[in-house]
C-alpha cells in the first residue's frame, strides 16, 4: 500500500497492526518520497513513533540514488511479559 498513514498519529492503527501481527512477525514500511531529501526526515520520525507505539525498528534500508528514492524500514512488535 501507498499510504501516508504513518506521517499522522498512528497510535490506534498501530495498535491494531501489532495485534494482528503473529507472534514472530514483521511489520515492513516502505515509502517512495517525492525527493531523495525527505528519506531521511522520513526516517527519522518513524523511529520514535514506532517505539512509542510498542514496536523495535530493526533495519533501515535507504535507496536515495537516481531517479525513486525509497526507504524501507522493518520492525517488530516489543514483547510484553
Not at 36 to 56: H, Q, S, Y
Not at 66 to 78: C, E, K, T
Amino acid at each position: 500500500m501507498n499510504v501516508n498513514l504513518f506521517w499522522l498519529d498512528a497510535s490506534r492503527e498501530l495498535s491494531v497492526i501489532r495485534r494482528a501481527l503473529a507472534p514472530q512477525g514483521i511489520l515492513l514500511l516502505i515509502y517512495e518520497p517525492p525527493a531523495a531529501a525527505e528519506v531521511l526526515t522520513i526516517a527519522d520520525r518513524l523511529a520514535p513513533m514506532l517505539a512509542a507505539n510498542g514496536f523495535r525498528v530493526e533495519a533501515v534500508r535507504r535507496h536515495t540514488e537516481g531517479s525513486a528514492p525509497l526507504l524501507a524500514v522493518s520492525a517488530r512488535p516489543i514483547p510484553t511479559s
